[in-house]
């Protein structure tokens, strides 16, 4: 069978790196990367350290506007697919990349296969809900983390094709953790002590694009006096110098880091304070108090837990949470056995050879 994956960004680069070597066992897999994220701090050194094979094309699509991003991508996606002819559309979570490689797959009449399905914020103002809602209602096969998505596609008549798996990335977490811990040299080149400082990180347009917001986060870290790791996206600093913010002496500013470096700073932290999808569930995998700074999450079962808050960009719940959030329970095991890849090949191999 051959099996074509698009990615096209960080939290895509890590879930392929748990599924890719799985597939590649029993089948021939064309790996395909759009170049959503280029930056290479961002994007080549994850395919390095993470092992995951060379990509067969890097359609270099960049950065720009939704429309403009995604119709790139369907461009060259198109062209692609009627070169390799594969069997099975794979995408991964809830980017445009994820959005065009399904939706050119569905014109195509080539089976999609979605991995993270389900998921939903329930807030339309972010692309990222668009893409989910849109891809999930295209595929074929939806291999979805928690119970809770289950629940969300039923919600909207969508009952077909849908497996719960447990998380990929959670696959991912287990197997690198041991990898990570030789990645302590960041720890000491930081000069970083176990529990003695808090990890950030700042990148969703919602927060960035938005001075009043992006000023919220901002000074509540400042006030905080907290020592405070932050691996700076390029279009957070971007944002900042357009806006002429700036951080205090509290605030270590870094490069973004690969994934090794970053579950590394994770592992060592006190709490991790973040608006990214995937650092929340990262932080949940090895116990860890999270603040999310966005006004919903997609991973009401952290929440749900104790493990997480969701503190939007308000100032005083920012701070406040930085200094007094404890977790209130014991975890419980939401996010499936660590084997997540192994259930998607073998549902992949049941449902797909079946009709060939």
Known sequence: MKILTVVGARPQFIKAAAVSNIIRKEHEEILVHTGQHYDENMSKVFFEELQIPKPDYNLGVGSGGHGKQTGKMLIELEEIYEKEKPDLILVYGDTNSTLAGALCGSKLLIPVAHVEAGLRSFNMNMPEEQNRILTDHISKLLFVPTVTAI??????????????????????????????????????????????????????????????????????????????????????????????????????????????????????????????????????????????????????????????????????????????????????????????????????????????
Request: with cysteine.
């Open 151 to 356: 629940n969300n596609l039923k919600n909207e008549g969508i009952s077909e094709g849908v497996h719960n798996v447990g998380d990929v990335m959670y696959d991912a977490v287990l197997h690198f953790k041991s990898l990570a811990v030789s990645k302590t040299s960041i720890i000491e080149k930081l000069n970083l002590k176990e529990g003695s400082y808090i990890l950030t990180t700042i990148h969703r347009a919602e927060n960035t694009n938005d001075i009043n917001r992006l000023k919220n986060i901002i000074e509540a870290l400042n006030e905080s006096g907290k020592k405070i790791v932050l691996p700076l996206h390029p279009r957070t600093r971007k944002y900042m110098e357009n806006y002429s913010l700036k951080f205090n002496n509290n605030i270590n500013v870094i490069e973004p880091v690969g994934y090794l470096e970053m579950i590394s700073l994770e592992m060592h932290s006190e709490k991790i304070v973040t608006d990214s999808g995937g650092v929340q569930k990262e932080a949940f995998f090895i116990k860890k108090p999270c603040v999310t700074m966005r006004d919903e999450t997609e991973w009401v079962e952290t929440v749900q837990n104790g493990w997480n808050v969701v503190v939007g960009t308000d100032k005083n719940k920012i701070l406040d949470s930085i200094l007094n959030f404890v977790p209130n329970q014991q975890q419980q095991n939401i996010f499936g056995d660590g084997h997540a890849a192994e259930k998607i090949l073998d549902i992949i191999n049941d449902d797909i050879l079946n009709i060939k």
